[in-house]
C-alpha cells in the first residue's frame, strides 16, 4: 500500500512511504533494494571506538531558491533570514566499557545517531515543508529516546522540543548526564537566578533496563518504570536493533512506554541481519496490547539518511486498540 504525503500528529509521511503488514515481505523489499548500494554493511556502526571525545560539527545549509517567483516574493523575507550554521556537540565516550561490558554497545557514538541529528537539526533549520517532523508539533512535544547511549540526541534535538526523556541502562546514565553537563553548562541546575530556563532544562535522564522489565509481571511494571508523564509524543529508537537476544526485551519496552492511539513511535535501525530485521518486525507487528500501524518513511531525497542510496530503514508505528 503506498502513501502519498500523509500528517499524523507530529508525523510526517513523505511521498513514497508504505504501509508495512508482512515482515517477510518488508525484509524482501528492504534487502533486494539495498544490494544496489555500496555502502550497506558498513560493519557494526561505531563512528570511531579509539577515541575518549568527539566533537561533531552539523552543517546546517540555508533552504534551496525556488523557482517559483511566487513562491519567493511569499518567502523572501524568510529565506533571508535562514542562514547557514554550524552546530557542535562535544561527546565523552567510554571506550574501556565497550571492550570489557558485554553487550555494552551505548557507550560509543554511533552513526545513525548522527545521521538522524543531522536529518532533523537540517530539516528544521531550512524550514522543510516536508520535514518528518512537523516542527510546530515538534515544540511542544514530549520525546523519549530508549537506548540513548552517550546521549547524543537528547542534546541535539532538545531544543526542539517541549520535554525529552533520555533512557538506558543504570550503569550508562552517568556518560550521558557528563555530556549533557559538558554541552549545557550547569546541567542540571539550568535556571538562572532570575528563573530563566537555560538550555538542557527540559532534559531529564532516567534508567530502563529493557531485560528487567520484560522480566516483571505486566502488574508491577509500573512501579518499576512509572509511564512517561507527560505520556510521550514520540518515541525515538535509533540503531538499536542488532542483537537479536534483546529484540523481546526491546518490543516489550517500545510497547510499555507507548499511549495508545497517541504515540508515535518512529525507528530508524541501519541494515544488518536480515533474519534479526525480520524478527524485530515480526515482534512488532504481532504485540498483544493492540493493533499496530507500521509505516516505512519513504526514502526519496536526494542526499542524507533519507536518500535512496542509504545503508538506513525508517518505520514510524502508532499502537491502537485492537478489535
Not at 1 to 11: F, Y
Request: hydrophobic share 40%.
Amino acid at each position: 500500500m503506498n502513501g502519498g504525503e500523509v500528517q499524523r500528529g507530529l508525523i510526517r509521511l513523505p511521498l513514497g512511504s508504505e504501509r508495512v503488514q508482512d515482515a517477510d515481505e518488508e525484509v524482501f523489499l528492504l534487502y533486494s533494494k539495498s544490494t544496489s548500494s555500496s555502502d550497506i554493511h558498513r560493519g557494526l556502526g561505531y563512528l570511531d571506538n579509539h577515541l575518549d571525545t568527539l566533537t561533531l560539527s552539523f552543517e546546517l545549509k540555508s533552504p534551496p531558491l525556488q523557482n517559483s517567483a511566487v513562491v519567493k516574493s511569499k518567502r523572501k523575507s524568510n529565506s533571508r533570514s535562514v542562514q547557514e550554521k554550524t552546530v557542535e556537540i562535544e561527546l565523552a565516550q567510554d571506550k574501556t566499557a565497550l571492550r570489557t561490558r558485554t553487550g555494552d554497545t551505548g557507550s560509543v557514538v554511533w552513526k545513525a545517531s548522527i545521521d538522524f541529528a543531522q536529518l532533523v537539526l537540517q530539516q528544521h533549520h531550512a524550514k522543510s515543508p516536508v520535514s518528518i517532523l512537523d516542527p510546530e508539533k515538534l515544540r511542544g512535544a514530549h520525546v523519549l529516546e530508549l537506548g540513548s547511549g552517550t546521549g547524543l540526541l537528547s542534546i541535539a534535538l532538545s531544543p526542539l522540543v517541549q520535554q525529552y526523556t533520555a533512557t538506558d541502562l543504570g550503569e550508562l546514565l552517568p556518560l550521558i548526564r557528563k555530556n549533557l553537563s559538558l554541552n549545557f553548562p550547569g546541567w542540571p541546575h539550568t535556571q538562572t537566578k532570575q528563573g530563566t530556563a537555560m538550555p538542557g532544562h527540559n532534559v531529564v535522564v532516567e534508567e530502563l533496563n529493557w531485560q528487567t522489565l520484560l522480566s516483571t509481571a505486566s502488574s508491577r511494571r509500573a512501579r518499576l518504570f512509572p509511564r512517561p508523564s507527560p505520556p510521550a509524543d514520540l518515541v525515538l529508537i535509533v540503531d538499536c536493533i542488532y542483537h537479536p537476544a534483546l529484540l523481546a526485551s526491546l518490543v516489550a519496552a517500545m510497547d510499555f512506554v507507548s499511549t495508545t492511539d497517541s504515540t508515535a513511535v518512529l525507528v530508524v535501525m541501519e541494515l544488518r541481519a536480515e533474519d534479526v530485521t525480520r524478527e524485530f518486525l515480526e515482534r512488532w507487528l504481532t504485540l498483544s496490547s493492540g493493533e499496530w500501524e507500521i509505516w516505512r518513511v519513504g526514502n526519496d531525497e536526494p542526499e542524507g539518511m533519507l536518500a535512496k542510496e542509504t545503508p538506513y530503514v525508517m518505520w514510524v508505528g502508532w499502537k491502537s486498540v485492537g478489535d
